[in-house]
């Protein structure tokens, strides 16, 4: 039996676009043209899957959500959220409201398809697999240096640390050059380096807990070697094996990568279920990120889970966000503005700005994009024991609604 899709949409020529797009995939489609339309059906229609736009009259797609999620019988149910706005303060608000995915209009069939499939496939799992701790593992890379790649590591890791309450681990895989430690002000007790005499198989959990240097945020860190000659030990097997070992223990893993194709930062962006590629607004970063991009796709990973991130490293004279958008043919997801006051002193200091000073807007920028990217069971459910920092975020949505 084929899965059935709701999709929920006032406009007439969307919803039958939409649903020729799912019927021509082989699914049973049922549709909806209002958000009250849609409560009062919704046990009837009874959707594996939902497609819902957000402008619509009388009530939103985001309100239609949050009360979808409050229901026994829709709490897990599969939601896409479909409209034409594309910046990241929207995708935030779709995912506080509970959306599994997001996607902009126009939209590519082929995509959606891919997309519902992907999301559909996931649902089965879930309720088939045996509760367990899994890690979220997210690489952060760049094909040019400079450009932040660590800066936004360390904050990532702190922000997830700070939003969940739950482990953290952040392997700085810039095995030559790493600095990850030293941003968060953490001495070199232990490196990767003291696994280079080891053999793979006896690398066990206990002994990476004590190897894993403590941050009073709740993030722990395989630090870089002390000097690059001890990088170069590091193999491919021994990241593979302690990526294996962490992602049962912690909720996420952050990969610090070089910038490289090299078979140890291959083995991190295999790892990976979500990359965040890095560039700056000038040439030789937009050329270096369509060149990675285009590796991306020849090693089949997925672009719906890559993040675009412009870090604005310098004032300006930066190339325009829309000229590099065209270059690269997709969207930038979120724009880091130029704030060397904050930057500059939070690396010398060892105190990122995500921990150091949330309520800034650098802070709350860098606090939001971790509540975005965070697991889909942590974003969509409020925690037992609400954290400071996940209050920030709900009180920021808040007030982004009432605008």
């Known amino acids: 039996m084929s899965a059935r899709i709701l999709i929920v949409d006032d406009d007439p020529f969307n919803r039958k676009l939409v649903s020729a797009t799912m019927e021509n995939a082989g699914y049973d489609v049922a549709t909806s043209e209002s958000g009250p339309d849609t409560l009062a059906r919704i046990e009837e229609i009874k959707p594996d899957l939902i497609i819902l736009d957000v402008m619509m009259p009388d009530m ?77 593992i997210m690489a952060v890379f760049s094909l040019r240096g400079g450009v932040g790649v660590s800066t936004l590591s360390t904050n990532l890791a702190v922000g997830l640390a700070q939003l969940w309450g739950r482990p953290v681990a952040l392997l700085d895989l810039a095995l030559t050059a790493g600095q990850s430690a030293l941003m968060l002000n953490l001495p070199l007790r232990n490196t990767w380096a003291d696994l280079t005499s080891m053999p793979v198989d006896e ?32 193999t491919a097997d021994t990241i593979k094996r302690v990526v294996q070992l962490l992602n049962e223990r912690y909720h996420y893993l952050i990969l610090d990568l070089p910038h490289d194709f090299r078979d140890t930062t291959l083995v991190g962006l295999d790892a990976a279920q979500e990359i965040i590629l890095l560039l700056a607004p000038e040439l030789a970063s937009v050329r270096a990120t369509a060149s990675a991009l285009n ?20 004032q300006r004279r930066g190339l325009a966000r829309k000229d590099i958008e065209s270059v690269l043919k997709r969207s930038i997801d979120l724009i880091i503005p130029f704030a060397p006051d904050v930057f500059v002193p939070a690396i010398n200091l060892g105190n990122p700005p995500i921990s150091d000073a949330p309520d800034t807007p650098i802070g709350a920028l860098l606090e939001d994009f971790a509540f975005l990217v965070s697991k889909d069971e942590h974003r969509n459910k409020r925690p037992k024991n609400p954290t400071d920092a996940w209050g920030r975020v709900v009180q920021r949505a808040q007030q982004r609604r009432k605008k």
């Open 203 to 234: 690398i066990e959990t206990d002994l990476l807990n004590d190897m894993l240097l403590p941050h009073s945020s709740g993030v722990n860190v395989l630090a870089a070697p002390r000097n690059p000659g001890e990088g170069e030990l590091i």
């Open 295 to 314: 590796v991306f796709a020849s090693l089949d990973y997925s672009l719906d889970h890559t993040y675009l991130i412009l870090n604005w490293i310098f």
């Open 60 to 136: 939103d797609g985001y309100e239609v959500c949050r009360r979808l999620r409050s229901e026994s019988h829709t709490a897990h149910t599969p939601i896409i959220m479909l409209t034409a706005g594309d910046t990241l303060k929207e995708k935030i608000e779709g995912f506080e409201a509970g959306a599994d995915d997001y996607m902009t209009k126009p939209f590519q069939p082929a995509e959606l398809q891919a997309r519902v499939g992907g999301l559909l496939r996931r649902s089965v799992s879930v309720k088939d697999e045996v509760d367990k701790t899994t890690s979220k």
